[in-house]
């Protein structure tokens, strides 16, 4: 199951459909309608194979150390993964369908009193996450970029000194309309005979 937020940035992506089957105009989308996700959002172009991002929150930047503006989203990904990652997201530009990407990378801590060498050696906290990406039309009614959103599933590492190393993809799932994301079931925990939460 999707995050909530992934969830919510797919429904707002959904709203602004005039047919379902059909990605809706860049122009229409105003990320001010989702303030609260605006660091972890990103946009990347589909007019070059290097899928260059355009856009990109301060969350990333925080996760990743450097801004993402203008590099390569598919260079983010371990090499064995290209592949699968490039096929996903021709497939979301051409079936103007979103695209759910379910990811891990190794959190590459440092610390200035240890060398990059020894400091490898302590690598063994894993950052999982997921990216929805989203097609949307320019003013030709080509799709010319993805709107996306980054979304953590797990726990932010113990040391905060590191940055997301390549990205492992886990899965990756085409998200057509009549298959759309639900939000994950509330579930009900009991204590002693009494619910909690």
């Known amino acids: 199951m999707p995050h909530s937020s992934t969830v919510s940035f797919l429904s707002y992506w959904r709203s602004l459909q005039t047919d379902p089957g059909k990605a809706p105009l860049r122009e229409q989308f105003n990320p001010a309608r989702l303030k609260t996700l605006i660091p972890q959002m990103m ?5 070059d ?7 990109a ?5 925080a996760l990743h150390g450097f801004d993402l503006k203008d590099t390569s989203f598919i260079a983010l990904f371990q090499a064995s993964f290209i592949g699968r990652v490039t096929t996903a997201l021709m497939l979301s530009r051409r079936q103007a369908q979103p695209v759910i990407l379910t990811l891990s990378a190794p959190w590459q801590t440092s610390h200035p009193e240890i060398s990059p060498e020894e400091a490898a050696l302590f690598q063994n906290e ?5 990216i929805c ?3 949307m039309l320019n003013a030709y009614g080509k799709v010319d970029r993805l709107v996306g959103i980054y979304q953590t599933l797990s726990a932010m590492p113990q040391n905060p000194n590191g940055v997301l190393g390549r990205y492992t ?3 990756v799932r085409l998200c057509p309309p009549e298959q759309g994301p639900q939000p994950a079931h509330l579930r009900l925990i009991a204590r002693d005979g009494r619910l909690i939460a």
């Open 49 to 55: 194979h290097s899928h260059r991002f355009r856009l």
């Open 126 to 130: 894993t950052v999982r996450f997921e």
């Open 57 to 61: 929150g301060g969350f990333l930047r």
């Open 43 to 47: 946009m990347v172009s589909t007019t």
């Open 169 to 171: 993809l886990d899965a």
């Open 133 to 135: 990406l989203c097609p």
